[in-house]
């Protein structure tokens, strides 16, 4: 697929006014707290009782996988994005991706004068399209594009879902927003947007679902998926942790990764039979990086 150059498209997504936007989608709160309260103290630390999972988050560099592709963005230009898709080495073919306007006068999430870091443009936008070919999950749909936290929390094993959604609860959690398609093949890919408060709640939730050992439903071993190499490949003020199932796998392989990026936190979660490449989950999560930039 071909993308149309950046300098022929338009700045803004024509079907959407920043007008209605602004209608539909309040500012948040005048005055929520702008860093997370401390965790209770005396609460029994996990990582004691489950301490046999092997679990080492990476920061992760994306090797290119194709002349002329970048994975990040040097200007914050509100432009076409491309769809990364060949034919001869594994990546999908995804529809041209724009990111969606800003309500009048809104600033950028990564703004000098935006301390909160806030994520203004329609959360259900920012989510990353399906490729051609694929079986949209109706599951993640949600009501009008909002997903119920319940749904969020089956992503994670039983155990682990009570403090994840007391964590949520008190740590600003505002809005929901997913996407998920099965590709002809039998890849399943998973895109969970969650949109705090501010930036700092968006760490601090990521932090304490790592330190409190949650796993992926279907795969309760994990390790780090690629060498530790920095984030240069990142979009600017945005960073990647990314997970691989330990080998022998179960039914599925698992692979997730989570995007930290303001005040949005970005969950993507791809299982196949074991066999596939790696290139259609770094595409994903690339461009999915790339819209929250």
């Given amino acids: 697929m071909t993308s149309q150059p950046t300098d022929q498209v338009p700045d803004q997504a024509p079907e959407h006014t920043p007008d209605r936007l602004a209608e539909q989608y309040p500012a948040p709160p005048a005055h929520p707290p702008l860093f997370p309260p401390p965790p209770p103290a005396g609460k029994k630390d996990r990582r004691v009782l489950r301490a046999a999972l092997r679990w080492t988050a990476a920061v992760v560099v994306f090797a290119a996988v194709g002349a002329g592709v970048a994975y990040g963005v040097t200007e914050q230009k509100r432009s076409d994005l491309p769809g990364l898709a060949t034919e001869s ?3 999908w073919e995804y529809p041209t991706i724009v990111r969606p306007p800003l309500p009048k006068d809104a600033p950028a999430a990564f703004a000098e004068d935006n301390l909160r870091e806030e994520h203004f443009a329609d959360l259900r936008a920012l989510i990353l399209p399906a490729p051609e070919g694929a079986e949209e999950d109706k599951a993640l749909a949600g009501k009008d594009g909002w997903l119920p936290t319940a749904t969020y ?3 994670y094993d039983k155990e682990a879902r009570s403090d ?9 959690l505002r809005h929901i927003a997913a996407r998920g398609w099965t590709m ?8 969970y947007l969650l949109r705090f408060n501010t930036g700092a709640f968006a760490r601090e939730y990521r932090s304490q679902v790592n ?3 949650a796993t992926v439903v279907g ?3 994990f390790d780090e998926e690629f060498s530790l190499q ?3 490949d990142a979009v600017p003020h945005t960073h990647l942790y990314v997970y691989g199932e330990q080998k022998p796998y179960g039914k599925e392989r698992v692979r997730y990764a989570y995007v930290e990026a303001g005040d949005v936190l970005a969950l993507v979660v791809q299982t196949d039979d074991g066999h596939g490449s790696a290139i259609p989950f770094r595409q994903t999560v690339a461009l999915q990086n790339q819209l929250l930039g």
């Fill in 230 to 232: 920095g984030n240069a």
């Fill in 211 to 213: 330190q409190s050992l």
């Fill in 89 to 91: 080495d594994g990546r």
């Fill in 164 to 172: 994840l959604a007391q964590s949520l609860k008190d740590g600003g």
């Fill in 219 to 221: 795969a309760p071993k």
């Fill in 184 to 191: 002809p093949d039998g890849t399943h890919t998973s895109v």
């Fill in 153 to 155: 929390l089956k992503t």
